[in-house]
């Protein structure tokens, strides 16, 4: 087996971060601030002129239509996420390795802060899974960041929603702040509750990565 690529995002460099992180191979990250830029902006433009290909490649005005409309939604909706304090969403698509020969295994990978009482991280850490989220399968984790909680829930979209009617598996993980007054929530959700081991063992691998100094400052 070869040395593993790791390919540094712009983002490392970026004076305003607040936690570094790996990212596994299969996901791709979703440009928040150009899908998010204000109409007239540099971000905005060139997020313009990266659709544009799609919609004249579009069969018949409809399409193109409907595409506009999905791409508002989704808009629409990663906004409010980061209302609620996200700053990071991955998409990610990988072949399951246990039945190839089902379709690709789609999920989402989101990083938010939370802000919380001023305590201990280990109480922090303990809090986060002891509320009513309905929290299972526990586990408590000491990585180079600090201390972590992973959990897990099941969610089910409103009967009469729009939504297919499918479990949702979100696999959390609680990584206080070192100035004790917030925290990372670090979530991987996925319809593929069949093969919730894998994917917590994914998100376990991460957590391993995670950092609240910039860990490049010395190579700098």
Do not use: N
Not at 54 to 69: G, H, I, M, T
């Amino acid at each position: 087996m070869g040395t593993p690529v790791v390919v540094l995002d712009d983002s490392v460099g970026d004076a305003r971060a607040e936690l570094w992180f790996a990212e596994p191979a299969g996901y791709t990250p979703v440009p928040l601030r150009s899908l998010l830029a204000e109409p007239g902006s540099p971000e905005a433009e060139a997020m313009r002129e990266a659709v544009a290909p799609l919609l004249d490649a579009a069969p018949s005005e409809w399409v193109r239509l409907r595409f506009v409309a999905q791409f508002a939604l989704g808009q629409q909706m990663l906004a409010v996420m980061c209302d609620f304090g996200t700053v990071h969403c991955s998409i990610g698509l990988h072949r399951d390795d246990i039945d190839p020969m089902s379709a690709p295994l789609l999920s989402l990978f989101t990083i938010t802060w939370q802000d919380t009482a001023t305590a201990p991280r280990a109480v922090t850490a303990a809090r986060a899974v002891t509320g009513p989220g309905g929290h299972s399968r526990v586990e408590y984790l000491e990585q180079p960041c600090g201390p972590v909680t992973l959990s897990e829930t099941i969610r089910r979209p409103p009967m009469d929603g729009p939504l297919p009617q499918f479990p949702l598996l979100q696999i959390k993980a609680h990584l206080p702040h070192p100035d004790c007054k917030r925290l990372a929530v670090l979530t991987i959700s996925t319809t593929a509750v069949a093969r919730r081991e894998e994917y917590r063992a994914v998100l376990s691998r991460i957590t391993e990565t995670v950092r609240f100094e910039d860990p490049l400052r010395a190579w700098r």
